[in-house]
């Protein structure tokens, strides 16, 4: 493996830990604090496409897909107040989301590369954010997929609530998606700071 690759696999495999970790902490009502961390995949995704190409990008997304395993088999093993702190819903959700919209990511960024330098990241975090989010909670949490974990009780999640407390009313996985939805969103644009300082740096580095 190349060396140069170590920092941004480093990198992805510490904020996939941070997350799973962070995701049983909650903020606020509709948020956990691995909210906030997650997204920070896609920024590090995104700077090493930006700096040694596709094929580094993919292998840093597939390094941090095999940690997000790693996280779940564990969580799987660890029981909570309702259960294991991950079940198999959550399990798929989390892996299949995440390598879905990682690579989404790279490939849009890839065709948006020549573009204006903020296009590719922007375009790419936006997209791949929407479609993790998507994924997962629907797969976690919808009652029309409760076929895939018969034995996991998720009928708390379809509870009839306000969208966010004041919206049409909506079962509560969709308030607990859109406001995570909202979050990556957010960072996605924050993120274009230390994604220029970052790559700027790295660039000059590689030349």
Known sequence: ?????????????????????????????????????????????????RVYGVAAARRVVFVGFLVGVGCSLIGTQIMGEFGPLVTLRIALGSGIAFLTAQL?????????????????????????????????????????????????????????????????VAPLWVSLAVADWGVKLAIALVALIPFRILTRKLIVQVA
């Open 1 to 49: 493996m190349n060396s140069k690759y170590l920092p941004g696999i480093l990198a992805m495999a510490a904020i996939v830990v941070a997350s799973n970790i962070l995701v049983q902490v909650l903020f606020g009502q509709w948020l956990t604090w691995g909210a906030f961390t997650y997204p920070l995949a896609f920024l590090v995704t995104d700077v090493m496409n």
């Open 104 to 168: 989404l990511d790279v490939a849009i960024f890839d065709r948006l590369r020549r573009g204006a330098w903020w296009q590719a990241p922007v375009f790419s975090s936006m997209i791949g954010s929407s479609v993790d989010t998507a994924l997962f909670f629907s797969i976690a949490f919808s009652a029309r997929l409760s076929w895939l974990e018969p034995g996991n009780d998720v009928a708390w999640a379809g509870e009839m609530l306000p969208l966010l407390g004041a919206g049409p």
